[in-house]
């Protein structure tokens, strides 16, 4: 699905991704954990066009397309869906209008018809039901005067939504109680299909109790260091990243 | 060029003009011709046009036009029914117009009226150190007298449209309102312009809401680059009455709107909501005072812009709560996002308070477009432009959905989409 190679990124000058190297595969769901610093929000920004990053080096392949070359809205087209860790506020402009604004434009990109306003409506329902958002919540203003936990299930809800061939989550677990992180990994867990994947990046072994990864990458110092199965992040949680500090240290 | 060089005599402009026909009050007129004898235009060194450059108006000389275009009407138009009134480089278009007979609405024109009918005129407005003021008494070629019978209701909002329609012309107009106790009416006025180069409206209302009225008044100022408007509202409220005024600004190379309420009466409502999202070298200028005079009232401002390329925008707000005006709620706000780099704004609110039981708010913002939320929007597959577009339209629809008046907002939406490309 994605495979990227080399990335090299900085912002204002500081390099941040140093020869990134991490492929995943349709139908599988990979985690990326590391140190605070080590890049992982970087990689998040960059994957989703953010025009801080710059790229200095290396490629993005996303199913057949050079990501690079794309700009942000065209990436969200082409199937790239990115949950923010800090969903944005945005007064006066609605849920379902925003929604109903980004799903037609994608349509439209695809060469596809606008929806019609009751099949949208409907699938709203349907798909605001599977991360327990309150219908309410749709019609509201985009995350304004929203929960922690309900600007994470907005996220879950818009990626429903949308139906993307490849999610990233920044740390959507970060700050949310046990039973709105079960809601959220349910949400994903039941999103989960054999034509897309999940990029889950956390600092938390406790999510990927919920959102089973097939592979657990240790992203550090601006390059993934350590590859393993989903056991790894157990190893992570015990025994911190001193360990990985110091065998890279070693090299 | 210093100022100081530049002639800015009121004689070089008003040299073309002639002194009005119509049968005002003998010593207002030679008052206002008094009060312009040897003035000049103010410059921004004069505290109330400190922003608000008349350079550019200051070196023309309009002349009055003497005959009408031909112009279609129907284009201009905001409702398709009701009574329209044409005026068009400031005299009535009768072709253009249409008049029914409504129970309890007397329209006239100022220059079909005795002196006796016209006593009343400029009785609400000062002319003293008020140059446009003066200029409107002086010069003034028509006006329009509307009076609302005492509980009379009338439905369809009546309608006013100035047209200017002819290069370096200048058109000065009077509207003389009186909504009588209890009656409830609503009036809207669209300007607008066509190849209508360096020409001028010069307009004032003046407007007198008796006990219990409710008057609402919608303006759309839609003329074009190169156009000047000056407009004057002066607005009485007696008590009990609501007064809501929608102010909304599209185009123009300077609009200077100066609105004063005198809220002469207890337990009254006003509102005043202004939009004005300009582009290219236009500006737009909102003065606006609500004057509490007496206890137990509630006023509602907001002010919205939004301004782009090299566009300016002014708002000067001023609230006073008088000695008396107990338990007053007075709310203002203005708010403006800047979308280019040469935009500018100069926000001014101010709150003058001599009353010690009252509550009152006032605030002003201005901003870029929040990137982040740009970044969100396009992250969900919105392009770039449409994302601007939603969050200006939700930015400014705040203040436009005060309006309840359909035809009014589907004509705003209509040259919205027309000058910005938006769907709304």
Redesign the interface.
Known sequence: MITIKNLHASIDGKEILKGLNLEVPAGQVHAIMGPNGAGKSTLASVL????DYEVTEGSVDFDGVDLLEL???D???EGM??A?QY???????SNV???R???N??RE?RGEEAISAKDFMAMVREKSAIVELDAKLASR?VNEGFSGGEKKRNEIF?MAM?EPKLAILDETDSGLDIDALRIVANGVNKLRSEKNATIVITHYQRLLDYIVPDVVHVLYNGRIVKSGPKELALELEEKGYDWIKAEQEAI | MSETQIDRTVSTFTKHLRQTEIALPADLVHKSMDELNGKSFPTTRHEAWKYTRLTKLSKLSPTVATKHEGINSPAYAIHSTGNRIVIENGTVNFDASQFETVSGLTIKRFSECSADELDHVGSMLSVENELFNAMNTAYLQEGILIQIADKAQIEAPIELIHVLSKVECSATIRLFIHIGKFAKAELTIGTWAAGAEQSILNAVAEIHVSEGAHFTLRKLQSEEEGNFQICTEEITQEKDSVFTMHTVTLNGTLVRNNVRVRVNGSNCETNLYGAYLLKGNQHTDNHTVIDHMMPHCLSNEMYKGVIDEQATAVFNGKVFVRKDAQKINAFQSNGNVLMSDTASVNSKPELEIYADDVKCSHGSTTGQL?E??V??????????R??RN??V???I??VLEKNDNQDFTDKTNAILNERFGWER
């Open positions: 989703a066009g953010r025009e700009s942000t809205e990436r969200a087209r869906f990115l923010f969903p944005v506020e945005i007064p006066g402009v209008n925003f929604l604004t980004s799903l434009e994608i990109y203003s818009q949308l | 929040d982040e939320a970044f969100y929007l396009q992250s969900r597959g919105i392009s770039e449409s994302a939603l969050l339209e939700a930015f629809g705040e």
